[in-house]
């Protein structure tokens, strides 16, 4: 009876208010800003947000967009795309380096998105912004679709263990990542 009555709240919430609570969660584990986002067309969009501090030289409000390309939710969510709907994006979307890090080619792109299919999750250093890295993981929805992307978002300095600090940070989004799905699931 109390499962019931917990999946009957969550049926009457949409996605941003389904993710905010686990983005509350994981920016408090790891002091660091979280968001999630969709795709629209060339970009994601960002549907919910906890900022720590400001991050990136522009501010990071909900509705604010980027380029798709170029962003760590951004791989998640075109990993996640067919064949087809991920073709259309890359004949409409001109791939412009937005900073010397930035995969700006058709065939870097395609492997790098094969690398996040086969993973599951996607980290970006310095490609939307110098000094600036994040690393996102799926949403999906109880058929296994991406609809969404969840991710962190860290100051290339703050970044102080290398990889052990890394493998920490993953596991606690894909943990995150893997809360809301379930949660979204139960809404479908």
Do not use: C
């Not at 919910?48 to 501010?59: E, F, P």
């Amino acid at each position: 009876m109390v499962l019931q009555l917990g999946y009957a709240s969550l049926s009457g919430l949409s996605l941003p208010q389904l993710a905010q609570p686990h983005l509350q969660d994981l920016s408090a584990k790891l002091s660091e800003s979280t968001s999630a986002a969709v795709l629209d067309g060339a970009d994601i969009v960002y549907i919910a947000r906890v900022a720590t501090r400001r991050i990136m030289t522009v501010g990071i409000t909900v509705g604010t967009r980027f380029p798709a390309y170029a962003t760590s939710m951004g791989g998640v969510l075109l990993a996640g795309l067919s064949s087809a709907e991920l073709e259309s994006y890359l004949d409409s979307v001109p791939l412009v380096a937005l900073t010397p890090r930035t995969i700006s080619t058709r065939a870097g792109l395609l492997k790098e998105l094969a690398k996040v299919r086969a993973q599951g999750w996607a980290m970006v250093d310095q490609e939307l912004e110098l000094g600036l890295m994040s690393m996102a993981a799926p949403i999906q929805d109880g058929s296994g679709r991406v609809v969404a992307a969840v991710n962190i978002s860290l100051r290339t300095q703050s970044v102080l263990g290398g990889k052990e600090s890394l493998d920490a940070v993953r596991e606690v989004l894909l943990a995150t990542a893997a809360r809301i799905s379930a949660d979204v699931a139960v809404t479908g």
